[in-house]
């Protein structure tokens, strides 16, 4: 979560996770494990506060290797990340293609893109065909942004078409991935292009 130390929301971040530190390895377990079952079944939303709260929680738990301690048995419809040994909870990005499903613990590749199911790869790699040339207007070169005409234009523009593209993520493609694992969560928002989640109807 924490990308930037120096920059105000990840300090808030920061501040936030100081409530976990307090928690000892097995109070810790058992919280993840108990709010695992709880996002079972279910797709979310990254902004979600509750999958703010796990996402903090594993990334403490992983510090301490909590899991691997086996101090707590996490619900059963949850598989082993290959990645680090905690339960299997991916993360889906824009980058999907690149970095292919994303591990909330560990913060590394749970399954690369290549290993995606087909049917769910086909389906995300057209998506995020059409999503990258809409999220690089952001970061257009200035003969680029001289050549739009009204770059302003073109950015909102971007923007309203990245929101609409966002939705299609979490509400056509999302869903599918119950089909593999117990739960998903999925990138809502395109800081680049000040998309954010309140931004994306469903």
Known sequence: MPINPDSRLDQLWN???????????????????????QLDG????LSHPLMGAYRLAAQLAHKRQ??????????????????????????????????GLLCQHCNETLVPFEDIPAELRTELEAWALLYAPVHAVAHWEDNQRKSAGNYDRAYEEAAK???QLLATLGTKIMPKFLDIYAAAVWEDQDECLSVQPEDIEL
């Open 161 to 163: 078409e990245a929101e």
């Open 66 to 99: 909590v899991w691997l301690k086996r101090l707590a048995t996490p619900p059963a419809a949850y598989a082993e990340a290959p990645c680090c040994r905690a339960p299997l909870l991916p993360l889906i990005t824009r980058d999907v293609r690149e970095a």
């Open 42 to 45: 279910r797709i979310w939303r």
């Open 15 to 37: 501040e936030y996770s100081l409530a976990f530190n307090d928690f000892d390895d097995l109070t810790l377990a058992r919280w993840l494990a108990q709010t695992l079952g």
